[in-house]
């Protein structure tokens, strides 16, 4: 691991910060307030980006544009084939514009270049899967109800969205939404966090260029409170699609029951990698190391709690610690650097609470749990704690920094029991050769995603959500556009009534 970071400076520095508006109607404008917000970024230490502060106000207007562009616009009316041609062509420009995306995300949330160039070019995955949706969402009919009778089963698109999205995987998250709400023929209120807000307004541009028509997409920067929780209560808004923290999303769908909107919820996380001795250890490490330092633990999907069978925990841990000194951590902008800075000084200072805590608790540091030195910005050494007891906080809670928790099981029910022992549900990892192993255990898991031999692989087909506290609904899979639609039913009869309810008397 490097010594001390070097942070090369970047063309803000001397040009200043790029200057965005809000996206509402179809026309770019200002926030009503005239406030903006700046974004410094985290790694350089300089304001990149200025972006309206919208408010209240700002938000209701965006919902009452989606609202009129939803009830009497053209985009929930057009043939799944149009709406599919226009994702096509949306996917097409941000993939010419893939290195202005990266470069955005990587600045704004002090993440790796090279890792973000694979996100946006996921996320463009994601947008041509969604239009192959927009072309075959179908209902389903019924000929078998009775003579002269037809049941017929449509999917009307839900209406308007609000897509409200966190700062950690910024454009791939939006991603992971919009193109599914739009194939449906819904309209939207988008809400990027206010720390990584460049990449969404970017887009807004595309969908500009791409003919959208006005009002199907706002785009609305500011702070949560301030421009989504408006858009949860308002009338005009028919489902929430948050991806964010555990406690905001319980928040949110207390103010979604008010207008009993249809919520989506994908949280937090404290996913747990379940090795046993007979397991491929070299294959083990380096997906462990990956697991809980990939985009420096702030990830849903880290794998931040190791649970490893006790006679291999020695050898396990050596291996993974020697590997984590091998990680390189530095400059986001740097080819070489595979985990960038940490996204605020407030989210720092909680990571580092979680590893004062564990050192009162008794635990101790195979490697790590200090802050590195750097030129600007801050980062904190891949930790691994040793030591760690599941009652422990850093065995329970989502840190959501570049710390692994590791815990050692005898048996694996035991390791089961420590896996599925947490509030979170969100995915798992277990490693054997053995297959009765592997099946047996990943049927136990109480996740949403079991990766076997492998951790943190993904794909658009494959459906992404959580169990219990860590969410609520799917992502992507072949059913992810049935998510923006309400089913109809459409009872049709033919002749006569057969069966007069009111008889004359005799
Ligand atoms: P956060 O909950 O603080 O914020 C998420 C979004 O909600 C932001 O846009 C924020 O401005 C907005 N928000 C905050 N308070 C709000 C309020 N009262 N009303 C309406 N909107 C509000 O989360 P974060 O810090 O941006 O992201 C980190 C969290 O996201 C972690 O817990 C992580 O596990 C979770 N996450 C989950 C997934 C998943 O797919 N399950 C993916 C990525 C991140």
Not at 2 to 13: D, G, L, M, R
Not at 60 to 81: E, I, N, Q, S, Y
Not at 329 to 352: C, Q, R
Request: with cysteine; charged share 20%.
């Amino acid at each position: 691991m490097n010594a001390h970071i070097s942070i090369a400076p970047i063309a803000e520095a001397q040009s200043g910060p790029a200057a965005y508006r809000l996206l509402i109607d179809g026309k770019w404008v200002d926030s009503m307030s005239g406030r903006t917000i700046d974004r410094v970024s985290p790694a350089h230490g300089v304001v990149v980006s200025t972006y309206q502060c919208g408010d209240r106000a700002d938000a209701l207007a965006a919902a009452a544009a989606a609202r009129k562009a939803f009830d009497k616009g053209p985009w929930p009316k057009m043939t799944g084939a149009a709406r599919a041609k226009l994702l096509l062509d949306v996917a097409a420009k941000i993939e010419m514009r893939l290195e202005e995306f990266a470069r955005l995300d990587a600045i704004e949330a002090g993440k790796p270049i090279a890792q973000v160039r694979g996100e946006i070019a996921g996320a463009v995955d994601i947008w041509r899967f969604a239009a192959s949706l927009a072309r075959t969402l179908h209902g389903q009919s019924f000929s078998t109800i009775g003579e002269g009778k037809l049941g017929i089963v449509v999917r009307d698109p839900i209406g308007v969205v609000s897509i409200i999205t966190p700062w950690n995987f910024p454009f791939l998250i939006l991603s992971q939404k919009l193109p599914f709400a739009l194939a449906a023929g819904c309209t939207t209120v988008v809400k990027p966090s206010e720390m990584t807000s460049a990449s969404a307004l970017l887009l807004g541009e595309i969908l500009i260029e791409a003919g959208l028509p006005a009002g199907v997409v706002n785009i609305v920067t500011g702070e949560g409170s301030a421009v989504g929780a408006p858009t949860v209560e308002s009338a005009d808004v028919d489902m929430v699609s948050f991806t964010g923290s555990t406690k905001v999303g319980k928040s949110l769908m207390a103010v979604a029951a008010q207008t009993l909107k249809k919520v989506s919820m994908e949280l937090g996380g404290k996913n747990a990698q379940i090795v046993f001795p007979d397991a491929d250890l070299d294959a083990a490490t380096d997906a462990i190391v990956f697991g809980a330092f990939f985009n420096a633990g702030e990830c849903c999907n880290a794998g931040s709690r190791l649970i490893v069978h006790a006679s291999i925990a020695d050898e396990l841990v050596e291996r993974v610690r020697a590997r984590t000194g091998r990680v390189r951590v530095g400059d986001p902008m740097d080819e070489a650097t595979i985990v960038g800075a940490l996204i605020s000084d407030d989210h720092a200072g909680k990571i580092g609470g979680f590893l004062e805590s564990a050192k009162r608790a008794g635990a101790s540091f195979a490697v790590g749990g200090e802050a590195m030195q750097a030129d600007s910005g801050r980062f904190i050494a891949p930790t691994i704690v040793t030591g760690v007891t599941p009652d422990m906080a850093v065995a329970r809670e989502e840190i959501f920094g570049p710390v692994l928790s590791v815990l050692t099981f005898n048996t694996a029910e035991e390791a089961i029991a420590i896996a599925n022992g947490t509030d979170y549900g969100l995915s798992a990892g277990v490693w054997s050769r053995d297959f009765d192993t592997c099946h047996m255990v990943a049927r136990a898991m109480r996740a949403g995603t079991v990766w076997i031999n492998t951790f943190m692989d993904g794909a658009s087909e494959l459906p992404f959500g959580g169990f219990k506290q860590s969410g609520l609904g799917r992502e992507l899979g072949i059913h992810a556009v049935e998510d923006y639609t309400e089913e109809k039913t459409l009872h049709l009869h033919s002749g006569g009534r057969p069966k007069p309810w009111v008889v004359d008397a005799i």
